[in-house]
């Protein structure tokens, strides 16, 4: 065995340090893995809440907006009804209806009123 160098065995204590490391180095490697995951969920959910508060806000500007004109045009519908039924019955001489079938002849308080005859 003259011709063939001497290899060097570590002894079990060294074994068992180069293996920790090894270890330590593959432990560390994973637990900025799981750390960069866990970041990249967070962002994703952070992501997803601007969205839904987006359009969580969007939705009550919308309803605020048909909230207002659905009052405003039920507030003109309702002024312009009240008008022409005090018109038809307050008025009874400028007004004529056409028949008792007709609308103007169910707004009417007062169905004596003048009917225009054909």
């Known amino acids: 065995m003259e011709g063939t160098s001497a290899k060097q065995i570590p002894t079990p204590d060294e074994l068992a340090l180069l293996i920790d490391g090894i270890i330590q180095q593959r432990l560390l490697i994973t637990i900025a893995q799981e750390e ?19 359009r969580w806000q969007m939705v009550k500007q919308w309803g605020n907006l048909i909230n207002c004109w659905t009052w405003a045009v039920v507030l003109m519908a309702v002024i312009f009804l009240l008008g022409v039924h005090t018109g038809l019955n307050l008025l009874p001489e400028g007004v004529v209806c056409k028949n008792r079938e007709s609308f103007c002849y169910f707004l009417r308080f007062d169905t004596n009123k003048r009917i225009l005859k054909r």
């Open 36 to 54: 960069s995951h866990l970041k990249l969920q967070q962002q994703k959910l952070a992501i997803l809440a601007e969205k839904r508060r987006k």
